[in-house]
Structure formats: structure tokens, C-alpha cells
């Protein structure tokens, strides 16, 4: 396509304002990740599960093949926004994908939507996301999928009384609000809602809030990477001894860092799309290979995030013959269907959304290690957040 | 005796008032660097995004410089300035109350020069240190209140939904930066005609003789206050409007701009260049960001650690001596502009008082 | 109540430990060290090795941070610190930056970028009640520590040799020379007491403050609140501002969660504009 260029300076130029066009035989895939500062972590995963992904499948997929551009935008959206820009006009990307948090996914979309670029969201958790452009799909899951089943789950299980702990951005309020509407419209009492700031924690006056507050549970969602600081001044407060329980989406028991909680985790109830322990042969080799090529790191749920986007674009490529125009690829991606590690998992086609099962998990000792051991299931749950409309 | 004294300093002033203009004048090796920052419209059409980036960061450095270069200001807070001509100019636009790009860049950097000109008289007393504690602690305090007040910012997520008007009503924005390029060159250009001019005159020397000996300024009568303030209000509007083309070429903005990281790369930037000559902060910018992208690129993980190499290294081998390096391109650069054989230093009497002898 | 008082001066406490050898390095030799943060986390890094690893017990992983941080200070110090003692605030503020940044790098690349923990004892995990008021032990121990520590440091500045010698070199250089005083060694040790106790602040912390690589970034500003606030001519001046400064910010966010990190940046600005010395300043002290 062709962008129209009104100013008569740019015309007067000569300026060339040809559309995204890939080199011969090469699809190019720029990836915005945070490989630096506080959610670096979730960058590592997912590039490691997108190479681990080509690793596993090979370079070439329809007789094109693949490149991995990767750009670190430190999880700062204004960075996010300018490395997508340069990627789509300088290196003329294909497709985009990463997206550590939401703010970098919500800046770079009007971007997708002006060069239509097909773009992946593999770790946002926001519902909006989607709504913002209709070049973008999300990999991932949507905080509501998770906050609305462990609400639900919660007033059924004998919990009435509730502290809702959230970092304070868009997931953390997203979460709350779902969490909140599903749980009391099971019957149960939200007593206290608090907001901690994103950057740099102590817990503990908020912890304290929430036990003088003497609730059932504590609902909480703190991005991936806070979790452990959260449960062991959780424990050290001793509000476990008080008898309070922590449920949440599955973000704080992160698979990456359980092994560090220490063994005052075990029994933590969570609802969430992906554990390392799910029992299915897929995962297993999963597992397996993500730990063998990352020095023994353990695979979190962003990770799959990363993986399946990489399936999404090789799936996409084979439907479209190697066909790399942003519309063709879209009408790929919408609707497709297959199994992950996670379990099956499809994309709305209406939506663009990823719809997953959600798994009630508690946190048990298997071999020496902690897991979130899955034990309810809820089948293809959509996001929330939209299908309310 | 009087004849003889009135001659004297009629002929010191006509060599002052010479040693003015001969300032003013441009070398050729300025008119060189502009005219190819202006090619480089035409000539580099892929890179016109980073382009636009190196001239925000020219004009932060640059803004930076007239304090730190000028009047010898510590601040590891310029970020507050820039952040908050940011978020000026990402609120005009996005409730379009200043919807032509021009216009909200100008209330940008009168937004920047309002709280410079109010905190200015926070860094006028104390030593160093407390000049960088202020600095800082001003620059934390904004950037919290712009992460509280989330009903004006967007807080944590950033000012979403910035649509940007075509400037001066003609060029519009688009995706390949062509126009933000152009329209951030354009400004930086003459901001920094109007900084030379400034930094020339006699207020920009007198801040100097403060910056040189602030004692001995005060002995021969140059009051410290108003000059300081005058400068750092300045420099906050230079800012201001930096801030402001950022947001108005990426049509966001977000807390990033009032980050600490900002101050320090500005601070950065202008060190690489060199400070007190203008140029620094241009030059800085471009190797800083050309450098960053390539290590970054090479390393997405690691390009903190050859950055803050680079630092200990500049200042292990001492940043006067990389001056002298240098040296020999600057003396070039001043035997070139020397070709009309007249700049000499003042006091002598001038050898073309024709032209510079203006009564 | 008294819980938030308790959880205050804990958290005060381990923001002095942290913050005293930058009081020391910034009150006493005038020199701006940004990356005074570093050395905590390196003595934070060592501890989680020698005790996650080694299986070496808690309380020698201390002793093993402390170790590690002052070793790490006095060779950098003698090899480049040295060298810039002299130069502009400015150099120093751009050395030390740089510093941060090779760290924060360097510790990425070595230990991981994912939030670290170190593996604590089960008789320093949960609460105590004492007269009906919880308390971690965990807290308790580390106000029991940084009290100890904090006489010894407050005894060893006024009653040693090594303390008067050091007041020596800082107040008059040239004579302490003079009188035969080692400035540079008195100065190095110095430089590494502060590290180490950077350090071992870094491990006892890590439960509280977490370990990642981006440590010193994180929290470079709350150790140069603590020592504006409180003045860098004496130990104790920043000792009363850690406290000051650790049952504020608590409280603050228990009472008032709103105002977030405001009030700790305005009592700052508002103690440098009103005493640009910091609050607890000895009479006629420079």
C-alpha cells in the first residue's frame, strides 16, 4: 500500500513511501521486548521460547525464511513506540510481537493499525489491547480470563471476605475490577481495595492494611517478577498464621521464581493458563528443551506467550503460501486453533483475542520443587472483558 | 591628560564592539555542519526517525549546556523541564485547546520556562551537591505527581490517544518521520541562532566571569541573581520545547520523559560533545544515539554495561585532555574563519577599525 | 499501631546501614558516589551465592557480603577511585553513573535478571508476639544488628585512633600528611568499611528489598535522601534521618496510600532549601 503523503514538502522531496516490502524469500520479525530494567525477566522468557520455537521448527517456513530482529525497549512505551516505527520503516518488518507491558503494547498500536503490520501481543495482559487496532492478536491471556474465574472460584470455596492488593497501572486495575464484579456477584464481600505502586515495593504497610482488616483472602495481582516479594512478606507478616490465604491470577506463584518462595507458598490457590507442571506430553518436552537451551531456567507463563506467537506467524505463513502482506496474514491468523503446552488454544476471530482453558492451581512440593499443581479446569473461557459487550 | 584617556577607551570600545561582531560571525565550518544537517532531509530518507531523536536529544543537550557550559549549574533534573513541555504538548493536542504544532511547541516552552523561572530559586544557593540534590529532587517530585494525577497523565500507562494536526496547518505527520524531521531541524536551528546570539552577548560573557569566579564577578559589579535566574528559565523553555517535539513527533508521551535516566543521558550526551561551545550537546547527540543504536543492536541486554564503560573511561582519561585531542579541529576551524585575517583579542588597537569601530 | 512503628524503624535502620559509608564517602571525603548502591548488591549477590549455593549457614553469608563488598571497595578504590577524588563534582557524578551502569549490566549477565532470594533460616521466618504486638523476627534481627552496628561505628569515629586520624585527613589533608598520617590508607579503608557495610546492608536486605540487577538504580535515591536529610558531618545525623525517613515512608503508606512517594521528595526539598547542610548538623562544622 501506499501512504499518503499530503505535504507538499514530503512530495517536493521525491520521497519514496512504498509500503512494508520484505527482501526476497525473507520474513522479518521484529521483536520489542523488555530485555532491561524491572521486567527484563519476562523479556528473557519469551525470546528464549521464540528461539527455542525456531530451534524446534527450523528457519524456513513456506520457502521464506525466518529473522529475528530484537529490540529492547526496557518496558518504557515511549521506547516501545519508536523501535516499532523504525523497525516498520527501516527495516520493514512483517509482522511485530513481544510487548513485555501494556503500555508498550497500547503506544505502538496506531502504528500496526497505519502500516498494517500484523502484531503480536505475547505478554500484555490488559483487555483493551485488542480493541485498539485491528492489526493486532494477542497470544497471551487477558487478566480479566483469570481474575473472573478465580472470583468465581473463590465465592463457591467458602471465602466471603476479600483484600484486594494491585500493582497500580492498567492489568492492576483491569484485574481488580473483573476480580471484583465476579466475586461479589457470588456473593462475596470485598472489605478493602488497595493499590501499591509499580515501581520498587515494600509490602509491608500494605500487607499490614490488609491483615487488620482480617479477611478470608487476599486477592492479588502484581506484575510477573514482584510475586516472590509479595509472598514471603506476605508470610512474614504472618498473615498465613492468621489464617488468610492468597488467590490470584497466576502472575504471583510465577513459575520462574517459585523455586525462591520458599516452602510457605505450598498451598497458595491461583487461577491462570499455563504451569510448568501441566500434565500433557507437549509440555513435558517443553519443559524439557526450554530448560536444556537456558541453562536450567524454568519455562513462566510469558514464555508460552512468545512460543505460540512464533506458532501463530509459522502457522499464518504456511496458510499463506509465504505470502507476507499484512491483511493476508491476519486472515491467517483469526481463528486458528492448536494444541500449546498450555493445552488448546485458539485465536477469536472476532476479537483477536487468544481463548484458553483456565486452570485452578495450588502450589504443592513435587521432586524437591514447588509447582502449581493444576486441579480444576474451565474450558475455552473467552476474555471476559469483551464478551460482556 | 583627558584627551589621551578619551582615545584610549574609544578605541577599547570600537575593539570590543569588534571582538562582538567577529563572534557573531559564523565560520565556515559552521555554515558546513548546517548545511549538511539540512542535506541530510534529502539524503537520508530511511533515517529520518533516528534523525528527529538525535535533534530532541541535540536540543535537551543543548538546553543543558547553557546552565552547565554557561553559568557552571550542576542538574541531574533537566528531565522535569523537558517532561513537563511534554506533557503540555501531548494535553494540547489531545483536547485540541492548541491544535496548530507551532503554537503548542511556543506554550510548551513557556510551560517549561514558568517552572524553571520558579525553581530557579531553588538552585541558586548552595554548593554542588545541593544543587544536584535539588535538581533531582524536583525532577522526582514532577515525575510523581505526573504518576498520581492519572486523570490528566495517564499515569503509569502513559498519555494514550495524542492526534497530532498538520504543522502550520500544511504538513502533515506520517509514518516515516519525514515531516517530523524537517519541522524538529527547523526549530532546532533557530533556537540555536537564538542561544549563539545570547550566549555572545554581553549578559552571556557576564555569566561566564560568574561562572569563571563568582566572587570576583560580584567585585567588578555583576549581580549573580537575576543573571542565574535568567538563564535557567531559559534553558528550562530550551526544554520545554524539546519535550514538546517529542511528544508532537511520536504522538505520545509518557513518565519516561520526567525519568531520571533522561537527566542522566542528557548530562551524557552533552559530556561526550563537550560542554560550553553549543556544539557539545549537537555532537553528543549524534554519536550518543548512532552509538547506542549500534550497541544495542549488537546486544540488546548488555548495552548498559559498554555506556557506562565509556563514562568511567572519559572521565579516568580526563575530559580536558580528550579536549585537547580535539584541539587541533577547533584551531583549524578558527584558522579557517581567521581567513579574513581580523580576529585578533581586544585591547590592541583593531587593525580594520573601519569595520569594527561602529561609533 | 506499634506494628507500623516496628515495621518503620526496621526498614530505617536498614536504610542507614545502606546509606552510612555514602554518608562517610560523601560527608568526609567529598566525594559524590552514585554508585555506592552497587557495593550493596554485590554484598547481596555474595551472600545468595555462598549461602544458596555453598549451602554456607545464614549468618556467614553476613559476614561473607560484608567481606566481599569492603574487598571490592578497596580495590576499586585503589585502582580507580583514586584517580578521581580530585576531579570536578561533575566528573564524579559521570564516574559513578557509569559505575551503575557497568554493574547493573555485569550482574545481569552473571547471575540472571530474575529477582533473587536468599534462602533465611526457619528460625528467622514468621512472628513473635511480645505484649500482644506481632513481630517479624526477621525485622527484629535486623534492628538488632544495625544497632549494634551503628554504636560500634558512632564509638569507633570518636573514640579510636583509626577515627580521629580519619577526622584528621578529612579536616586538614595537607597536615594530617604532615603529621605522619597515611591519608591515602586511612582514606582506603575508609572507602571499604562503607562498601562492606553497603554490603552486608545489601544481603540483610534482600529480603525486603529484593535482589535484582537494577538494585543500585532502584534505590540510589533513597540513600541520598538519608544522607541530605540528615547532614554528612556526623553519624548520627543520618542515622536519625533513616529512621525519620524509614517511619515515614511506612506509615505514610499505611495512613495514606494515596500520597505514595510524595511526602519522602518533599521533605527532602523542603529540608535542602531550609538547611542546605541537611537538619543535623554540629555547630561550626564546615
Known amino acids: 500500500m501506499r501512504v499518503k503523503v499530503l505535504t507538499p514538502l514530503a512530495v517536493a522531496l521525491g520521497l519514496m513511501a512504498a509500503g512494508p516490502a520484505s527482501a526476497q524469500g525473507v520474513v522479518k520479525i521484529g521483536v520489542i521486548e523488555a530485555m532491561t530494567g524491572q521486567q527484563q525477566s519476562t523479556g528473557v522468557q519469551t525470546l528464549a521460547a521464540m528461539r527455542l520455537y525456531m530451534q524446534q521448527h527450523g528457519d524456513t517456513v513456506a520457502g521464506k525464511k525466518i529473522e529475528l530482529i530484537v529490540k529492547d525497549d526496557g518496558a518504557v512505551a515511549d521506547n516501545a513506540k519508536r523501535l516499532a516505527q523504525e523497525l516498520i520503516v527501516r527495516d520493514k518488518v512483517n509482522v511485530l510481537v513481544g510487548f513485555a507491558v501494556t503500555p508498550t503494547a497500547l503506544a505502538v498500536a496506531p502504528l500496526a493499525t497505519e502500516a498494517k503490520i500484523p502484531t503480536i501481543v505475547a505478554n500484555a495482559g490488559t483487555s483493551i489491547i485488542t480493541e485498539r487496532s485491528p492489526y493486532l492478536l494477542r497470544t497471551s491471556f487477558t487478566l480479566p480470563q483469570s481474575s473472573v474465574i478465580i472470583g468465581e472460584w473463590a465465592a463457591k470455596n467458602g471465602i466471603k471476605k476479600v483484600v484486594t492488593i494491585v500493582s497500580d497501572y492498567a492489568p492492576g486495575a483491569d484485574s481488580e475490577k473483573t476480580f471484583t464484579e465476579a466475586f461479589t456477584k457470588g456473593g462475596g464481600q470485598v472489605v478493602e481495595a488497595l493499590k501499591v505502586p509499580l515501581a520498587a515495593p515494600d509490602f509491608a504497610p500494605f500487607l499490614q492494611r490488609a491483615r487488620d482488616a482480617s479477611p478470608d483472602a487476599v486477592f492479588v495481582f502484581v506484575p510477573s517478577g514482584q510475586g516472590a516479594t509479595f509472598v514471603k512478606q506476605f508470610i512474614e507478616r504472618g498473615l498465613d498464621k492468621a489464617g488468610i490465604r492468597i488467590i490470584g491470577p497466576g502472575d504471583v506463584t510465577d513459575d520462574d521464581l517459585l523455586n525462591g518462595m520458599g516452602d510457605q507458598v505450598i498451598g497458595t490457590v491461583t487461577a491462570h493458563m499455563y504451569s510448568a507442571d501441566h500434565p500433557s506430553e507437549l509440555n513435558k518436552k517443553y519443559v524439557e528443551a526450554f530448560k536444556k537451551a537456558n541453562n536450567g531456567l524454568r519455562p513462566n507463563f510469558m514464555s508460552v506467550g512468545g512460543y505460540d506467537a512464533m506458532h501463530l506467524i509459522y502457522e499464518a505463513l504456511k496458510k499463506t503460501n509465504g505470502d507476507t502482506n499484512g491483511d493476508k496474514l491476519m486472515a491467517a491468523m483469526k481463528g486458528m486453533a492448536w494444541e500449546s503446552p498450555r493445552g488448546p488454544i485458539s485465536i477469536d476471530p472476532e476479537t483477536r483475542d487468544i481463548v484458553q482453558n483456565i486452570y485452578i492451581r495450588k502450589v504443592e512440593k513435587k521432586n524437591g520443587e514447588l509447582y502449581n499443581v493444576e486441579f480444576a479446569t474451565f474450558e475455552a473461557v473467552k476474555d471476559p472483558g469483551k464478551a460482556k459487550k | ?359 | 499501631m506499634v506494628t507500623i512503628l516496628f515495621d518503620g524503624i526496621a526498614y530505617g535502620m536498614l536504610l542507614f546501614v545502606l546509606a552510612a559509608g555514602l554518608s562517610v564517602t560523601l560527608g568526609l571525603m567529598n566525594f559524590v558516589n552514585l554508585a555506592h548502591g552497587a557495593f550493596a548488591m554485590a554484598g547481596g549477590y555474595a551472600a545468595l551465592v555462598v549461602v544458596n549455593r555453598l549451602g554456607v549457614p545464614f549468618g556467614l553469608g553476613l559476614v561473607a557480603a560484608f567481606l566481599f563488598s569492603a574487598a571490592l571497595g578497596a580495590l576499586l578504590e585503589r585502582t580507580l577511585y583514586v584517580h578521581v577524588y580530585a576531579k570536578s563534582h561533575l566528573d564524579q557524578v559521570l564516574f559513578t553513573i557509569g559505575l551503575v551502569f557497568m554493574s547493573v549490566a555485569i550482574v545481569d549477565y552473571t547471575m540472571g535478571s530474575s529477582q533473587q532470594f536468599i534462602a533465611i533460616p526457619p528460625v528467622l521466618q514468621g512472628q513473635i508476639t511480645v505484649l500482644g504486638i506481632g513481630m517479624s523476627k526477621y525485622r527484629l534481627m535486623i534492628i538488632v544488628i544495625c544497632g549494634v552496628l551503628t554504636a560500634l561505628l558512632q564509638l569507633g569515629l570518636t573514640r579510636t585512633r583509626f577515627g580521629s586520624r580519619l577526622r584528621a585527613a578529612v579536616d586538614d589533608q595537607r597536615v594530617a600528611r604532615g603529621l605522619g598520617i597515611n591519608v591515602g590508607a586511612v582514606f582506603a579503608l575508609t572507602f571499604a568499611l562503607g562498601s562492606g557495610l553497603a554490603g552486608l546492608g545489601g544481603a540483610l536486605g534482600a529480603e525486603i528489598l529484593g535482589l535484582d540487577p537494577i538494585f543500585p538504580l532502584k534505590y540510589m535515591i533513597y540513600f541520598l535522601i538519608v544522607v541530605t536529610v540528615g547532614g554528612t558531618s556526623s553519624i548520627t545525623g543520618p542515622f536519625l534521618a533513616s529512621l525519620l525517613l524509614g517511619i515515614g515512608d511506612v506509615a505514610g503508606k499505611y495512613y495514606v496510600p494515596q500520597l505514595g512517594a510524595f511526602v519522602i521528595y518533599t521533605i527532602m526539598i523542603v529540608v535542602l532549601i531550609w538547611r542546605p547542610q541537611g537538619l543535623f548538623v554540629r555547630k561550626g562544622a564546615r
Open chain 2, 1 to 359: 591628560m583627558r584627551g589621551p584617556d578619551v582615545s584610549t577607551s574609544a578605541k577599547l570600545a570600537s575593539a570590543i564592539s569588534a571582538q562582538f561582531t567577529a563572534r557573531a560571525r559564523w565560520s565556515p565550518l559552521e555554515v558546513l555542519f548546517w548545511l549538511a544537517a539540512l542535506a541530510t532531509i534529502w539524503l537520508a530518507p530511511d533515517h529520518h526517525l533516528i534523525l528527529t531523536e538525535i535533534v530532541i536529544w541535540a536540543l535537551l543537550a543543548l538546553s543543558l549546556d547553557l546552565i552547565l557550559g554557561y553559568a557552571g549549574i550542576i542538574s541531574l533534573g533537566h528531565a522535569a523541564f523537558f517532561g513537563i513541555g511534554a506533557y503540555t504538548a501531548g494535553l494540547l493536542a489531545k483536547h485540541a485547546l492548541v491544535s496548530e504544532p507551532v503554537l503548542a511547541l511556543l506554550v510548551s516552552g513557556a510551560a517549561g520556562a514558568a517552572f524553571g523561572f520558579l525553581t530557579s530559586f531553588l538552585v541558586l544557593r548552595g554548593t554542588d551537591l545541593t544543587r544536584l540534590m535539588v535538581t533531582l529532587g524536583v525532577a522526582l517530585l514532577v515525575r510523581e505527581i505526573a504518576n498520581r494525577a492519572a486523570w490528566l497523565t495517564g499515569g503509569a500507562d502513559g498519555l494514550q490517544g495524542i492526534g497530532m494536526e498538520p504543522v502550520l496547518g500544511l504538513f502533515r505527520f506520517d509514518l516515516y518521520g519525514h515531516t517530523a524531521y524537517a519541522y524538529s531541524l527547523v526549530v532546532l536551528f533557530v533556537l540555536f541562532v537564538i542561544a549563539r546570539r545570547i550566549v555572545g552577548s554581553p549578559f552571556g560573557l557576564s555569566l561566564q566571569a560568574i561562572k569563571g569566579n563568582p566572587l570576583r564577578a560580584s567585585a567588578v559589579g555583576i549581580g549573580q541573581t537575576w543573571r542565574l535566574v535568567g538563564i535557567y528559565t531559559l534553558a528550562a523553555a530550551y526544554a520545554g520545547v524539546a519535550g514538546g517535539l517529542l511528544t508532537q513527533t511520536t504522538a505520545f508521551t509518557s513518565l519516561e520523559s520526567l525519568s531520571f535516566d533522561r537527566s542522566a543521558d542528557a548530562l551524557l550526551v552533552l559530556i561526550i560533545g563537550g560542554t560550553g561551545h553549543l556544539y557539545g550537546g549537537l555532537i553528543g547527540a549524534v554519536v550518543f544515539r548512532f552509538a547506542q543504536d549500534w550497541i544495542s543492536a549488537a546486544t540488546p541486554q548488555y548495552w548498559q554495561f559498554w555506556i557506562g564503560l565509556f563514562l568511567v573511561l572519559i572521565v579516568l582519561v580526563g575530559r580536558d585532555r580528550i579536549g585537547s585531542w580535539v584541539a587541533p579541529v577547533r584551531r583549524l576551524a578558527d584558522r579557517v574563519s581567521d581567513w579574513r585575517a581580523w580576529r585578533r583579542p581586544p585591547a590592541v588597537e583593531p587593525t580594520a577599525p573601519g569595520e569594527g569601530g561602529r561609533p
